[in-house]
């Protein structure tokens, strides 16, 4: 297993389209984390899966972020009709959460990344 | 609402000093705390993780101690190199698993 995968790795779009990112998670990994990191910034909470249920989705940032991770594998985060204020990198992150909460689990590993520049 | 705050946003010591980055948290019902190191343009990683039961751990010249009824985690770098320059990173993991980051330390150590 090489980690976590992201593809792409960089998105040039025009205002207005769509993009979908996709998310690789290490495979044995029942957690997966979407995150938004601008520049100077930590990465901001955007939601996240057990298997392929969507625990939250309150965070994402508006109607137009849409995320899911049908088959509880590999996740896709799409963005609609985007705007210039989207540009930023977009990060995911997976984890082993076992059933002993008080293992205090839930490393991340983060992928390297999409970047989206919208023009 | 879990808030993480770093200081200092950004600091600038000579190659050799020792120096210590903070962390705080507003809600202490965690189940563990992560430092990640970010390079620029690149992605996180992860340097450690304390569980919260743990008072520290440590790695290398890293050794990070977590007090969890107060809200605080320090990540101490002995002898800093030139190439320990990247932004520090802190996120908490909270009881419902949400795991949520500071705005990170920008450290630059001087040759």
Known sequence: DTGVSQDPRHKITKRGQNVTFRCDPISEHNRLYWYRQTLGQGPEFLTYFQNEAQLEKSRLLSDRFSAERPKGSFSTLEIQRTEQGDSAMYLCASSLRGREVSLGANVLTFGAGSRLTVL | ?111
Request: with cysteine.
């Open chain 2, 1 to 111: 609402k879990q808030e993480v705050t770093q200081i200092p946003a950004a600091l600038s010591v000579p190659e050799g000093e020792n120096l210590v980055l903070n962390c705080s948290f507003t809600d202490s019902a965690i189940y563990n705390l992560q430092w990640f190191r970010q390079d620029p343009g690149k992605g996180l990683t992860s340097l450690l993780l304390i569980q919260s039961s743990q008072r520290e751990q440590t790695s290398g010249r890293l050794n990070a101690s977590l007090d969890k009824s107060s809200g605080r985690s320090t990540l101490y770098i002995a002898a800093s190199q030139p190439g320990d320059s990247a932004t520090y990173l802190c996120a908490v993991c909270g009881r419902d698993d949400k795991i949520i980051f500071g705005k990170g330390t920008r450290l630059h150590i001087l040759p």
